[in-house]
């Protein structure tokens, strides 16, 4: 089973800052990472998809960038609403299908 | 747009069986994608549970599959999932999803709590 290893665990920032965030493999996914976003109370949410596309209707601010064992998901100006819990999920070895134990990116 | 919406108890004993139902809406069953099932414990991480495509194939997680059972019926656009033999441990939210590649479009997640 393929581990993902997410850090930082919580990530303090300011609306506007740069918030990245990093999402590391046991071994080699190739590309066939994605990042999903979830809100308290609400189910996640689809971000980025094979490492470095964006879902359908996911602002520009998000991007994803990363191949083998390193990814990160980049958001360049945070908004109110950025404010949650991010989760990275590999598919290249499954089942099963794993996801990392999730970063919350909270307001300083 | 098609919706997926999970069903079921929301209280079992433990020993008991879970089971979980998620209606498709606003598309078919039968479309090019797998339908997964995903859980959450209270304050936690989340965890795959498995998927089923139209056929009837399905993938599980190795650490669940001696109790678990996906199953579709396409007569009612829906599919389901059975875990036996449930614990404590077993107390999550369960989300239905479908695949599409990947989960990109979820249900809004049903809490199931084991508990006598």
Same mark, same amino acid.
């Given at each position: ?108 | ?35 997964? !099932? ?9 965890? !795959? ?52 590649? !990947? ?14």
């Amino acid at each position: 089973e393929i581990v993902l290893t997410q850090s930082p665990a919580t990530l303090s920032l300011s609306p506007g800052e740069r918030a990245t965030l990093s999402c590391r493999a046991s071994q080699s996914v190739s590309s066939y990472l994605a990042w999903y976003q979830q809100k308290p109370g609400q189910a996640p949410r689809l971000l980025i998809y094979d490492a470095s596309n964006r879902a359908t209707g996911i602002p520009a601010r998000f991007s994803g960038s990363g191949s083998g064992t390193d990814f990160t998901l980049t958001i360049s100006s945070l908004e109110p609403e950025d404010f949650a819990v991010y989760y990275c999920q590999q598919r290249s070895n499954w089942p099963p299908t794993t996801f990392g134990q999730g970063t919350r990116l909270e307001i300083k | 747009q098609v919706q997926l919406q999970e069903s079921g108890p929301g209280l079992v004993k433990p020993s008991g069986t879970l089971s979980l139902t998620c209606a498709v809406s606003g598309g078919s069953i039968s479309s090019s994608n797998w339908w997964s !099932w995903v859980r959450q414990p209270p304050g936690k991480g989340l965890e !795959w549970i498995g998927e089923i495509y139209h056929s009837g194939s399905t993938n599980y997680n190795p650490s669940l599959k001696s109790r678990v059972t996906i199953s579709v019926d396409k007569s009612k656009n829906q599919f389901s999932l059975k875990l036996s033999s449930v614990t404590a441990a077993d107390t999550a939210v369960y989300y239905c999803a479908r695949v599409s590649g !990947w989960s990109d479009l979820w249900g809004r997640g049903t809490l199931v709590t084991v508990s006598s």
